[in-house]
């Protein structure tokens, strides 16, 4: 399995990067370490998480997940020198006003038991902080050897160029990466103008909600299984349109290869242009070997032409 370098970044990882917003919510911390040893032993090294997860849980006040992957560092120090922790801030009080960086961070720090975020992201694009504040914050945190990394999520393409240009204007640390929603019933969230943008200036794209909530796992062919879990009913929009030609596409492939579909769909986004790395998460280690599965799979330049064919039409005009 061949690393890949996130845009013109010091980090190399390998392609799967592991979600960590069920850590602490529906993975409880025992599960959680017997997913992140897995992970690790499969050849994984970027741990993704951020500080609000998981906040929409009652009783649960943010943190949780950055705390699990801290007490699991701590379990075993020389994991540290093998993964890429990447975190988040932005979407708790204060927003990315520069106060509210700079402590998040040093409360992110203290919860993951760690001297350095290897990534530290602005969750989400803030329209009412200037972008020279937010991203003269996050230069700050970079020159006080806090945040190795910077990365931008859920910008539009306007944003995001213009984010850049004001990073360039005023000599800040350079953002690598742009973490966005992307997968292969949602292609039109990525491919167009929001690719072009990132590739323009040469970040590396990490995708997130690669497996549109389970749809692409083939654990929902039509309405009678939607009822199968509490997210269930969110994949109702996917059964119309072209979602069930890609699931033919998918099974087509998962014959020829063994694969599960899940391995199926990440390999396809993994083989996209400007993907550094795609983001899942796992609740058990049957899930996770499913994932890992996907950094050894390379699909044939056919079964690829196939998948794309198959999806192609679900990209909004």
Same mark, same amino acid.
């Given at each position: 399995m061949n690393k890949r370098r996130i845009g013109d970044s010091s980090l190399e990882v390998a392609p799967l990067a592991l979600g960590g917003n069920v850590f602490?919510?529906? %993975?409880d911390e025992a599960t959680s370490f017997a997913i992140l040893d897995a992970f690790v032993d499969a050849g994984g090294v970027m741990i993704d998480t951020a500080d609000i997860y998981s906040a929409w849980v009652p009783g649960n006040r943010g943190g949780e997940s950055e705390t699990v992957i801290g007490r699991w560092l701590k379990r075993d120090p020389a994991k540290r020198d093998k993964v890429a922790i990447a975190t988040k801030v932005g979407l708790m009080d204060g927003g990315l006003a520069p106060p509210a960086i700079a402590a998040a961070c040093d409360e992110s720090l203290q919860r993951l038991? #760690? $001297?350095? #975020? $290897?990534?530290?992201y602005q969750h989400k694009d803030d329209e009412s902080v200037p972008l020279a504040d937010s991203l003269g914050a996050f230069d700050a945190l970079a020159k %006080?050897?806090?945040v190795r990394e910077i990365g931008l999520s859920q910008f539009t393409a306007p944003r995001l %160029?213009? +984010?850049? $240009?004001?990073? +360039? %204007?005023?000599?800040? =640390?350079?953002?690598?990466?742009?973490?966005?929603?992307?997968?292969?019933?949602? =292609?039109?969230?990525?491919?167009?103008?929001? =690719? $072009?943008?990132?590739l323009e200036h040469g970040l590396g794209i990490l995708s997130f909600f690669s497996l549109a909530n389970g749809f692409l796992t083939g654990k929902y062919r039509d309405s009678s299984d939607l009822d199968k879990s509490p997210r269930g009913q969110r994949n109702a929009d996917y059964l119309e349109g072209r979602g069930r030609t890609v699931l033919e596409a998918l099974d087509s492939v998962s014959a020829e290869t063994g694969a599960a579909l899940a391995t199926i769909a990440l390999a396809w986004t993994m +083989?996209?242009?400007g993907i550094a790395a795609t983001l899942a998460s796992a609740t058990s280690l049957d899930q996770l070997s499913e994932l890992t599965a996907a950094m050894e799979l390379a699909l044939t330049p056919d079964q690829l032409a196939r998948l794309d064919a198959a999806s192609a039409e679900a990209v909004p005009a």
């Open positions: 602490g919510w529906t %993975a038991g #760690i $001297d350095t #975020i $290897d990534l530290y %006080a050897g806090k %160029a213009e +984010a850049m $240009d004001t990073t +360039a %204007a005023n000599g800040f =640390r350079k953002p690598c990466c742009l973490q966005t929603w992307y997968n292969m019933v949602e =292609r039109g969230k990525l491919e167009g103008e929001l =690719r $072009d943008t990132a +083989a996209q242009p």
